[in-house]
Structures are given as structure tokens and as C-alpha cells.
């Protein structure tokens, strides 16, 4: 079973032609990954081998992105100009694994996901300017991830394993708040070892998150001074282990999905192997 890593539109999503980014991985020559950005005109941010990018994410002009990769062995999230232009930047590097997630809408702060040895999976907020240290956001015993923020920058949306599996919640930002449930049952981990992401529409009136079932599910939310959402119900389904994203207006999506290769496994039988054997 393969697969293209995680791909993501640009978060300038009122752009006539949107822009996914994904990863390509060199598999035959061993010479690392890059990064690819489509739409217009393409361009290609390559990484060595020893900088493996994935889990990438646009800034909010979508002229930068941020991503984790792995320089000199240290594991980091990275940015760079979108175009392919300037030098790779280090944002933050630390020993255990980390991902960027979402960036604020005025740019100023990161919110990024961090396997944390005593907790698990926490989600920690960072500010990209002056010499702020990140802090935690949600850091309890659970797991949580894959968190987005709202258009606004008024409410986070992400993934949590608090009641035993993973759903979906959406909880106010950055100040503390009540949290409000928005999944029933979702597919918890796809292939590739990411949680299911979740989505806002553009004008932060819907959310779409992937089932326990592997359906695209759609759920109307008020997003205001307070938050409401509706029930969940689904668009269509997909293969399971897909990893989805949805374009900014919630009409077109992007669905990243396992190939099975079903070709039937050979046996090939040498005779006369131990003619091929030096002479002793």
C-alpha cells in the first residue's frame, strides 16, 4: 500500500486558483524528499534526505510555509518562501516529534502539535516574532492534534482521545473555554501514521471531518461571540486510511488515498544456485 504524504490548500483560499502543497519522496535514488507547490505556476522547495519534510502548512498570505523536517538529525519545524526562494529557516527544534498546525490569522503566533514523553500528543502555541518561548495550549493526559483555527482566529477545532476515542471539539482561542463536541465517531488514525484533519469552510460556517466509517461528514456550526453546531451528516465516502482537505468555499476537496497493490506476489526458484558460489 503507497501513498503521496499529506497534502493541504493554500490557506489564501480566496484565490481563483487554488494551491495544494504535497511532498514527493524520491524512493529509487535515495536522495531525500521535496516539496511541491501547484496551481499557476509550480515550484519545488527540495530537502536532502536528512531534512525529510511532511506536515506542512501555509502562513495565512500563503507566501511561506512551514513544515517539520530533521536537519543534522535534530527533529524541527522549518519555513520557507513558498516560490522556493531564500534559505530553509529554523522556527523551532527540540528532541521528540513536533508539527506545525495552524497558524493565527495576523501571523503572529504557531500552534503546533508535540509528542511529549509524559503526556503524549499536546498542542503547544508559539510566537513567530521576538524571542517568545512556546507555551502549552492543551496539554492534559489525552491525546490531542490536528488542530485548525477558525478564519477569524476566534476558535480552534481539533482532535481529541478524552472520551476513550478520537472526536472532534472546538474550543475558544486563545483564551480558555468551554469545549463542544462536534463528531460522532471518527477515523481515528489514517495511513501514514496522521490523525484525521478537520477543516473549516472560508467563512467559518461549516466543518468537515472524516467518519469512523470513511465518509467526508459536513456540520454547520455558528461560530460567533459563542459557539453552536448542528449535526453531523455526510457528503461522500472515501477509501479508508484517505486523508482529506477541503478547498476554501467547500465545494472541491482533496483526497489523499492508499494504493493497493493487488498484483499477485511472485516465487522465483534459482537452480543451480550453488554454481554462483565462489570456489572453495
Known sequence: MTRLPLCCWSSAREIEKPRPVYFRRFIR???????DTRGGNGSTIHCNRRRLAA??????DSKQIYYFGHPAG???ILRKTADGSGSEELILK????????????DGRYLLFES??????????????????????????????????????GRWVAYVSDKSGRFEIYVRPFPAPGPEAQISSGTADWVSGGSTVPVDWRRDGKELFYVSADWKVMSV?????????A??????????????????????RFLVNAPIQDDRPASLE???NWSRELPAQ
Open 29 to 35: 535514488s535515495c536522495a531525500g524528499s521535496q516539496l
Open 55 to 60: 506536515e506542512a502548512r501555509w502562513s495565512p
Open 74 to 76: 535534530q527533529l524541527a
Open 94 to 105: 527540540q528532541d521528540h516529534w513536533l508539527a506545525p498546525k495552524s497558524i493565527t490569522p
Open 115 to 152: 509528542n511529549e514523553p509524559e503526556s503524549g500528543s499536546d498542542l503547544w502555541l508559539m510566537p513567530l516574532a521576538g524571542e517568545g518561548k512556546p507555551a502549552p495550549f492543551i496539554k492534559t493526559s489525552s491525546n490531542e492534534g490536528n488542530a485548525v483555527l477558525s478564519p477569524d
Open 220 to 228: 454547520p456550526v455558528n461560530a460567533g461571540a459563542a459557539f453552536s
Open 230 to 251: 448542528g449535526a453531523p451528516h455526510p457528503l461522500f465516502a472515501v477509501p479508508p486510511g484517505s486523508q482529506v482537505e477541503a478547498t476554501g468555499d467547500g465545494q
Open 269 to 271: 526458484v534459482i537452480l
